[in-house]
């Protein structure tokens, strides 16, 4: 967090293109792009680490290195190691994931590694999986984000086997299925087998319940929005989701020990799926309680 040396770790877009336009271009032939396509990607992919408060961008320099130079995309930085320690820190203080890109943090915070039994995110931001996205020059606070799109999907998909009862070698295939639901506009067997999850639910996932349930949807649905267009909005201990796709338009209101009838009302009272009656795609609502004590689905409806 020094500007003098803001720039000295990873590669900026000037020497990206200085340096390595003739790989990029290379890679974008390797991978049927043009070349305005093949920046985009890598932008996307592995800029975005800001060390100092309105310093550029930085490219990570391992991911794009390994990129050029064998002329394929993958996610090199992510997978040279693996989390666990920083998700069992998340886990051991009850940590609303969502609050990972809201939360405000002052600059000694951040510098401090002292607190992270009380707080994981300055662990998080040292390591490389957050980064400085805005400043409060008035408080003095500083608010953090995922870096690119490497850094989030790999996260993401890491905590999803740590927050679900889903197998970590079996985490793909289970996201699979749940985008084959949405495209194919099955919206019972989506449910069905989001309750299925749950009804698996491990017990050894402790804490405050309805953390679990926040934290465990906020990861499900994250990793589904790199599939499908997913917002998420979170409000008073619940969430309320929009799913879509090219054929299909999913409004989703979640509560917690209420009913399923509860929560289709207010997404009529509310008027959430009113912007989609006249999209010609299919539209459907759906309500869904969580029961906080047996830590299941235990009512959902379909309409």
């Known amino acids: ?3 003098r040396y803001a720039d000295i770790c990873g590669i900026t877009e000037a020497e990206l293109h200085s340096y390595f336009d003739e790989g990029v271009g290379a890679l974008a032939a390797a991978n049927s792009m043009t070349k305005e396509e093949c920046y985009a990607r890598l932008k996307r992919d592995f800029d975005g680490y ?3 408060v ?3 961008g930085m490219y990570n320099p391992f991911s794009l290195l390994n990129t050029v130079g064998r002329g394929q995309f993958g996610d090199y930085w992510f997978e040279t190691g693996t989390p666990t320690f920083l998700v069992r820190q998340l886990q051991k203080t009850d940590y609303l994931l969502e609050d990972m890109t809201r939360e405000e943090l002052t600059a000694d915070t951040l510098g401090s590694i002292d607190i992270m039994d009380q707080n994981p995110l300055p662990l998080l931001f040292q390591s490389g999986y957050l980064t400085i996205k805005s400043y409060n020059k008035r408080f003095d606070e500083y608010r953090l984000g995922f870096p690119n799109r490497e850094v989030e999907q790999g996260f993401t998909k890491f905590l999803y086997p740590s927050y679900t009862p889903v197998p970590r070698d079996r985490s793909s295939f289970s996201v699979r299925n749940f985008v084959r639901d949405v495209e194919r506009g099955n919206a019972e067997g989506f449910v069905n087998r989001l ?3 749950f009804a698996d639910g491990d017990y050894r996932i402790v804490g405050n319940r309805e953390i679990y349930f926040q934290n465990t949807l906020y990861v499900f649905f ?5 599939y ?4 998420r909005h979170t409000c008073d201990g619940r969430m309320d989701i929009v799913m879509q796709t090219a054929d299909c338009v999913y409004v989703i209101e979640l509560k917690v020990d209420k009913t399923a009838d509860e929560a289709l009302r207010q997404i009529d009272e509310k008027g959430y799926a009113e912007p989609f009656v006249a ?3 299919r539209l459907f ?3 869904i309680n969580f029961n906080s004590q047996t830590r299941k689905i235990d009512d959902w409806r379909v309409v």
């Open 1 to 3: 967090m020094d500007n």
């Open 50 to 52: 800001h060390f100092t």
């Open 54 to 56: 309105g310093g550029q």
């Open 195 to 197: 309750a299925a999850m």
């Open 222 to 226: 994250k990793l589904l929005g790199f």
């Open 228 to 231: 499908v267009e997913v917002e």
């Open 279 to 281: 999209d010609s795609r």
């Open 285 to 287: 609502k759906i309500g």
